[in-house]
């Protein structure tokens, strides 16, 4: 059971409309683009696959993970994060702010670079 929306688009109005075509693809193809809406309806994610490269789910998973962790805490995560590995710690949280607001700990790499261990978990 598929529980997101799946856009039919069998004239290809909305696919055009949004830029949905790989500029290289025959035009027989099946639209290879992912979109993720948050809740406040703003794109937050659009990624377009040529027709020859399979999604990536772990992928597509992972920045779902990123997205919603990174939405409800002051967080960003770095390159090849995986859920339930530490996070960057906002540049705009000050420092003396840090001990209340992530209370697992922190680490500093660089004044701007403070890592603390996934708040949610």
């Known amino acids: 059971m598929v529980n997101f929306p799946i856009i039919a688009d069998q004239d290809r109005k909305v696919s055009e409309l949004y830029d949905m075509i790989h500029p290289n693809s025959n035009e027989n193809f099946t639209v290879r683009s992912v979109f993720v809406i948050g809740p406040d309806k703003k794109i937050k994610l659009i990624i377009t696959y040529p027709a020859s490269t399979g999604r990536n789910f772990d992928e597509l998973l992972r920045v779902i993970d990123s997205l919603q962790l990174t939405a409800n805490y ?4 770095p390159a090849n994060w ?23 700990g922190h680490q500093v790499i660089k004044p701007y670079l403070r890592m603390t261990p996934q708040p949610d978990l």
């Open 74 to 77: 002051s967080v960003a995560t």
């Open 82 to 104: 995986k859920h339930g590995e530490d996070v960057v710690i906002a540049p705009a949280i000050k420092t003396e702010d840090i001990p209340a607001k992530f209370p697992k």
